[in-house]
């Protein structure tokens, strides 16, 4: 800093110096975390593959059967059905009759194609899902994602809002259609939803343990409670008909005695 001092007074005056006042520009360079979003995806992948394979797998599977070929030989054994058996043939057994328990279930075969139509998309939003690395596999009657990464990598390189849309975008936000993990939730929730308020499909059928209200209100038990309910009024009315041709019975002894006495009487007074 320059300054001067005069020599009457001794006052000092300080000179500020000349400031450039030009802006400098400043610029930043964003990347993204390329291999930690490749590994999600991978992930999830993985996880709608087994979960695809599950559902598919539970209405496909047909009931396990004998060498008579009668689905009905391994129906699940009750009451004192399961005397004979030792613990690990009642293990086989039970493991047999739980086989195809839910063949050609419609719910599940609508939800496997729901998730199915999900994943491939349609038009445009199809077209994308392929450009970024998500793509199909039929193999073994069923389909499932096949994973390029070298297209998911190129992507998040060159355009990274393309692959977040392609996931994440939904018509709530102002979107024209919805992204892959939004349809995949849809889904989910038309099925599987354990609101109270709006139960998914098959929570309404078979209740969940997610849900304790659903345990005790769903179609299922709706329809085990009206067989219990069947079973216990043909019980009271078989217990019924019983007492009556019990106390028909012992009336009819009687009556039997009553003659075998009659007659025994008769007998006496014909031989005297």
């Keep these: ?3 001067s001092q005069s020599v009457k007074g001794e006052a000092v005056m300080i000179r500020e110096p000349i400031r450039d006042t030009k802006t400098e520009a400043v610029t930043f360079e964003t990347s993204s975390d390329a291999d930690r979003i490749v590994d ?9 593959n087994a ?4 559902i598919k797998d539970a209405y496909s599977t047909m009931p396990y059967q004998k060498s008579s070929g009668s689905f009905a030989d391994y129906e699940p054994l009750v009451g004192d059905e399961t005397d004979g058996y030792s613990d690990k043939e009642l293990e086989r057994y039970e493991e047999k009759a739980k086989q195809g328990i839910l ?3 419609s719910d599940l075969r609508s939800l496997y194609q729901s998730l199915t139509g999900a994943i491939q998309g349609g038009g445009a939003d199809g077209a994308v899902l392929r450009s970024i690395g998500i793509e199909t596999s039929y193999e073994d009657g069923m389909t499932t994602i096949k994973l390029n990464e070298t297209k998911l990598r190129e992507a998040l390189s060159s ?3 393309k692959v977040r849309d392609a996931f994440t975008k939904t018509t709530e936000n102002g979107a024209s259609t919805n992204g892959l993990m939004q349809n995949l939730k849809t889904t989910m929730d038309r099925y599987a939803n354990t609101s109270i308020a709006t139960p998914g499909i098959l929570v309404q059928k078979a209740g ?6 659903s345990l005790q209100s769903n179609q299922l038990q709706k329809q085990m409670d009206n067989l219990e309910t069947q079973i216990e009024k043909w019980q009271d009315k078989m217990s019924d008909r019983i007492d009556y041709y019990t106390n028909q019975f ?23």
Excluded: C, H, W
């Design 208 to 213: 969940t343990p997610l849900s304790s209200y």
């Design 103 to 105: 063949f050609g279930d």
């Design 51 to 54: 979960m695809a394979k599950e």
């Design 159 to 161: 355009n990274p809002d």
């Design 250 to 272: 012992t009336r009819l002894e009687q009556l039997i005695n009553q003659m075998n006495s009659q007659s025994s009487a008769l007998a006496g007074l014909m031989g005297g």
């Design 40 to 48: 999600v995806i991978k992930q999830m992948v993985v996880d709608y």
């Design 1 to 3: 800093t320059d300054a």
